[in-house]
């Protein structure tokens, strides 16, 4: 698990060093962005130094491409800005026999998506495994977001309202490990509520794909057999995707704890499964005005 960890950690490494070699003056070469001997992470480190101080200029050979074409050579980051992740990624690397795999997951995550961010788009990733693997993560990302303000606002009710009930805690984990029953069933409702809407929503995606598979066969019918072929199979692909979902989505429903059948079939929801108090108070530390309202001496 943990030679997977480094590959992946390597390989994002890779892909920065390619970036800003590309852009700007380095010493360092295709090879040696991939080498990990102690001469070149000696050299990697003097340069991560130099990048600290925007210590570099930018890459004659993309300047001269830009004005063959006629076009401004725009670098979409300062090389500060890519040796914070490279430090970051280096750390990760030091740190990955201690993190389990899911805090890991994470803070790689975090580092990628913020790589793709500084480096304008997927499309500035040189490596196809990395971009999939990006790709991927921003799509989980984006589902995981849209539930990530309800969620917290759950948490900061159900705080407030213990408050009201026995008062202020001493600590933040006294506070979270004091509501974690209450989260857990406030956060089922949620996922409930969640998994119903879903099925409408899905089931209704379904009956109208079926309603315009029967009009397009209709349509076509006098067309080509080969473009009657194209279009149908394209709608019965979505249809058994879409009865997939639904398939799911009732099981979980059905399920005795419908929050972990969720976690097996691959719906994250923010705030659950391993290491739900620790996320919380990590989080809850960065909100000084709600740790006034449920901590003691906090002014």
């Known amino acids: 698990m943990n030679n997977k960890k ?21 010493e360092l070469d295709d090879e040696s962005t991939a080498t990990e001997n102690q001469s070149c992470i000696d050299k990697k480190e003097k340069i991560i130094k130099r990048m600290q101080q ?26 500060s800005q890519l040796a914070e992740l490279l430090i970051q990624l280096n750390t990760l690397r030091v740190e990955v026999n201690n993190l389990p795999a899911k805090i890991f997951q994470r803070q790689y995550s975090d580092i990628l998506i913020a790589s793709v961010q500084m480096l304008g788009g997927l499309e500035f990733i040189q490596n196809p495994t990395l971009a999939k693997s990006a790709k991927a993560i921003i799509a989980v990302k984006a589902r995981y977001d849209k539930h990530l303000y309800p969620r917290r606002e759950i948490i900061y009710r159900i705080l407030r309202e213990q408050v009201a009930r026995r008062g202020k ?18 956060f089922e409702e949620y996922d409930i509520q969640w998994i119903k809407s879903e099925l409408v929503l899905k089931q209704e995606m379904l009956d109208k794909l079926g309603w315009h598979k029967q009009s397009a066969k209709q349509a076509i019918v006098e067309l080509e057999g080969i473009t009657r072929k194209i279009t149908t199979a394209s709608a019965a692909k979505k249809i058994e995707k879409l009865q997939m979902e639904l398939k799911k989505l009732n099981q979980v429903l059905k399920a005795k704890y419908p929050s972990k059948e969720m976690e097996k079939f691959g719906y994250k929801m923010p705030y659950s499964g391993g290491y739900i108090a620790e996320t919380i108070i990590h989080e809850l530390r960065n909100q000084p005005e709600i ?4 901590l003691l001496n906090t002014g």
């Open 54 to 79: 925007n210590d570099f200029s930018v890459n004659e050979e993309r300047i001269s491409f830009a004005e063959m074409m006629g076009a401004d050579l725009n670098i979409p980051f300062k090389p």
């Open 6 to 26: 480094l590959s992946n950690v390597e390989l994002l490494e890779q892909d920065i060093w390619l970036n800003f070699c590309y852009y700007y003056q380095c």
């Open 291 to 294: 740790l006034k309202e449920i």
């Open 169 to 186: 805690w001493k600590t933040l984990n006294q506070a979270v490990n004091s509501v974690l029953v209450d989260l857990d069933k406030a």
